[in-house]
């Protein structure tokens, strides 16, 4: 399972990504932002924009917690890359 290793916000809902197998690119999270719930503070863009990396985990997080499956952020690159 590749872990991130590197991630930039972009826009409200979209972030790069740099994974421990060398895959880069740009993981589309609008979807589960649409949802609310817990993502609802995130909604704001300069919530959004706090997106950090956890070396410990290999993925990504916001405050409060927020946090997503690398393989699920691996796969999205995957799937952005080939459209």
Do not use: Q
Not at 11 to 25: A, H, I, K, N, Q
Not at 51 to 66: K, N, Q
């Amino acid at each position: 399972m590749p872990s991130v290793v590197a991630v930039r916000a972009l826009e409200p809902y979209r972030v790069w990504l740099r994974f421990s197998d060398r895959t880069e690119g740009v993981a589309d999270l609008a979807d589960l932002f649409a949802r609310g719930g817990v993502f609802e503070p995130l909604r704001e863009a300069g919530e959004f924009a706090k997106v950090r990396l956890v070396r410990s985990f290999g993925t990504i997080e916001w405050p409060g917690g927020v946090d997503l499956d690398p393989d699920s952020l691996h796969s999205r690159v995957l799937a952005g890359a080939s459209r």
